[in-house]
């Protein structure tokens, strides 16, 4: 894992907030689910949820992971596209070799050995008899007046009789039909954690374990990230801690936010609705490098706590010498 590589990570809390799940155990192996509507034929719906992305920037993030070696990633299917247009939604049109006909017929056929024809079984039977429809004789003895064939074709256009079909593909989409050669294939991933680099993760994902460290030392309890609110909306948090005592209970949502340049409005009112449904008493957001103007006036607003720093963990040191403080000291529990 290169420096750039190592420097990617830190820039990113969606990625950050991920290796957390994978290094405790809350997220185990990455599996994708088919959604042949998407532009992808796939996406990671949990991975979705949990890094608050849209499914094509949950795949770059994945197959990132998986090239700076911190992923390790098996097989897990392949889906087929047109090449017409792209759709991933193929069916497959078995055809007549003969004529090309897509109206065929499939059931179990026999042979009348003397004089050869061939047909479904069910054109043999006359009451309780067998006999062929083209000489009328009586089948009686397998393997002396008749043959088994199991399963043939037939085409209703033309009448050939056929074991192989001639398999071609037809998109549902814009309707191409073209052979198996044409179509174009895509192979699905799953994902687990490299172990060999959970050391190297565990330090890059440090800093947010410290946050969690200054918390329970004021004797919070550090949530599950995922925390339902009175919506019934299930929600990521990048920290929630809880503190009680007795019938009090205060809560905090912590939002961590690294940007290129500055954090942008989007990400306090994404922190703010989400806290707001789950009852958040304290909201803070961790802004790096800091904030843009607006985004600053919709904290105020919302009376969500800032803490802008160059560096992560001169945010970390900030937040505990001036923001932290014991909730019973605060007058905000309820």
């Not at 795949?59 to 098996?74: M, P």
Request: aromatic content about 8%; proline content about 4%.
């Amino acid at each position: 894992m290169s420096r750039k590589d190592l420097d990617d990570i830190r820039s990113s809390p969606e990625t950050i907030r991920l290796l957390d799940r994978l290094i405790d155990g809350r997220v185990t192996k990455i599996t994708p689910e088919y959604d042949l509507s998407t532009e992808d034929g796939f996406r990671y719906p949990a991975i979705d949820a949990i890094l608050e992305t849209k499914s094509q920037k949950t795949i770059g993030i994945l197959s990132n992971l998986y090239e700076q070696g911190i992923l390790k990633r098996e097989f897990h299917d392949k889906i087929f596209q047109c090449p017409k247009c792209g759709s991933f939604q193929i069916k497959l049109n078995p055809s007549c070799p003969n004529c090309k006909s897509f109206n065929l017929s499939r059931n179990n056929a026999l042979e009348h050995l003397p004089c050869g024809h061939v047909d479904f079984e069910g054109e043999f039977k006359k009451g309780n008899q067998f006999a062929c429809p083209k000489c009328g004789k009586e089948l009686r003895q397998i393997g002396v007046d008749y043959l088994r064939l199991g399963v043939l074709h037939k085409c209703r256009d033309c009448n050939e009789t056929f074991h192989e079909t001639l398999d071609q593909l037809r998109c549902m989409k814009c309707m191409s039909i073209f052979s198996q050669a044409e179509v174009k294939e895509k192979d699905l991933y799953a994902y687990t954690l490299n172990e060999a680099m959970r050391e190297k993760v565990l330090i890059e994902i440090r800093p947010k374990r410290q946050i969690e460290d200054i918390l329970k030392k004021w004797g919070y309890r550090i949530q599950n990230s995922t925390v339902e609110g009175r919506s019934g909306t299930k929600h990521e948090f990048d920290i929630f801690a809880v503190w009680k005592s007795g019938i009090f209970e205060h809560r905090i949502a912590i939002g961590i936010s690294i940007a290129e340049n500055q954090v942008e409005p989007e990400e306090i009112l994404r922190l703010f609705a989400k806290a707001h449904d789950t009852d958040a008493h304290k909201i803070i957001m961790i802004a790096v490098p800091k904030m843009s103007p607006n985004a600053r006036f919709f904290a105020d607003h919302y009376k969500i706590i800032c803490i802008e720093a160059q560096e992560l963990n001169q945010a970390i040191k900030e937040l505990e010498e001036e923001t932290l403080t014991k909730p019973a000291l605060t007058g905000e529990t309820k």
